[in-house]
Each structure stands twice: as structure tokens, then as C-alpha cells.
T-cell receptor, first 110, second 118 residues
């Protein structure tokens, strides 16, 4: 069974800290790995997409890495801000399925 | 439109009634996806469309669920004889590519329809 897990389930950090969110998946048949942000009551916003041939992608303070052999992806957030507070989901795409992790709920305390 | 639009934003219905949820994808996007997010649960993939066809419908939870897409644009997700366990947020997304597996197919999500079955 294909599964995607995320650790930790919840995280609370003071403003300014650097942090890492983890995503693990079974089955190395992956086409891309995407990180999303979800704010309460709103839809998902795509943050970064890493193709299976890539190792990492960067956008502003965000950096996502992908290690297919170990079945892991990490999202690194530098210099966290209160506006970063949200739920972060990773999603693994194989040929005909998209499987989401359960998400990490992040709170950045001013 | 500028983004993925879903309607209604909220729907309250009685058990046993049928409901239709609508999704307007970003103009020009050929792929369209439906997901369900139940309270306290992760995001569940339901179905995706390449143009007007759905290659894999196995993600639909039961035969009470059906989806269609016409003109390569608007899609409707229909739930017949709704049950309380159907209560969830139903999210729609679209992406530019035709093939789901295309590596650069970033998905753009709508705000969702919150369905409550009483």
C-alpha cells in the first residue's frame, strides 16, 4: 500500500527560527513530490514541486529536497515568520495517483 | 478566471438528498482533479480528468459518487443519496498538463466546497 507520512504532526517555534518538515513515502515509483500550504478555511497553495530527476528546489526562504532512494523529502523554512503559520502538506505523484501526507501544523510565535 | 473556482462554498443538505459540486478550472488547464478532506483526516484523492475523460475512477469512495467534465472545462462531482460520512471539504485542482505524471504539472487548488450532511 502506498503511504505518505509527515513528521512532526505539529510544530510550534518562536519567530526567526529555521525549521525542517519531513515527508516520507513508500514505493520509489515517483514522478514528482509537491509541497503545499493550507490556511484554515482555504484551499491549498502550491509551494514547491520537485521532479523525480531533481534533488531540490528553492523559492525564497523555502527549500525542498528529495531523496528517492530513501523515500524522503524535507521542507526547510529559513527565518520563520508568524505569517508562515499554516498546515504544510506533501504530495507524491505516481503515474495515476496523487497521495497526500497528513500534514504538519506549524505555529510561529511572534 | 484567474484561479480555480468552486461552487457552492458551503452546502448543507439532508441525509438522502443528492448534491452537485462544481469546479471551474483555470482557463487552458487540461487536467482537473477532485479531492476530499474529512475532519481530522488527510487529503484523499478521488479522481482526475484528462480533458473530458477520467482514466482512473477507483478513488471514488462508492458508486454514489460520480464526476463528469464537459468541454474540457467545468467539472461536476455528484453525490447521490448523501450520508453523514460524506461530510467533508471537497477540493478541486487543475494543472496545465494532460498527463498526470508529467513532472512539471503543478496543481492549483480552489478554496473548496464544505459539505455538511445532517
Amino acid at each position: 500500500k502506498q503511504e505518505v507520512t509527515q513528521i512532526p504532526a505539529a510544530l510550534s517555534v518562536p519567530e526567526g527560527e529555521n525549521l525542517v518538515l519531513n515527508c516520507s513515502f513508500t514505493d520509489s515509483a515517483i514522478y514528482n513530490l509537491q509541497w503545499f500550504r493550507q490556511d484554515p478555511g482555504k484551499g491549498l497553495t502550491s509551494l514547491l514541486l520537485i521532479q523525480s530527476s531533481q534533488r531540490e528546489q528553492t523559492s525564497g526562504r523555502l527549500n525542498a529536497s528529495l531523496d528517492k532512494s530513501s523515500g524522503r523529502s524535507t521542507l526547510y523554512i529559513a527565518a520563520s515568520q508568524p505569517g508562515d503559520s499554516a498546515t504544510y502538506l506533501c504530495a507524491k505523484t505516481s503515474y495515476d495517483k496523487v497521495i497526500f501526507g497528513p500534514g504538519t501544523s506549524l505555529s510561529v510565535i511572534p | 478566471g484567474a484561479g480555480v473556482s468552486q461552487s457552492p462554498s458551503n452546502k448543507v443538505t439532508e441525509k438522502g438528498k443528492d448534491v452537485e459540486l462544481r469546479c471551474d478550472p483555470i482557463s487552458g488547464h487540461t487536467a482537473l482533479y477532485w479531492y476530499r478532506q474529512s475532519l481530522g483526516q488527510g487529503l484523499e484523492f478521488l479522481i482526475y480528468f484528462q480533458g473530458n475523460s477520467a482514466p482512473d475512477k477507483s478513488g471514488l469512495p462508492s458508486d454514489r459518487f460520480s464526476a463528469e467534465r464537459t468541454g474540457g472545462s467545468v467539472s461536476t462531482l455528484t453525490i447521490q443519496r448523501t450520508q453523514q460520512e460524506d461530510s467533508a471539504v471537497y477540493l478541486c485542482a487543475s494543472s496545465p498538463g494532460v498527463v498526470l505524471a508529467r513532472a512539471k504539472n503543478i496543481q492549483y487548488f480552489g478554496a473548496g466546497t464544505r459539505l455538511s450532511v445532517l
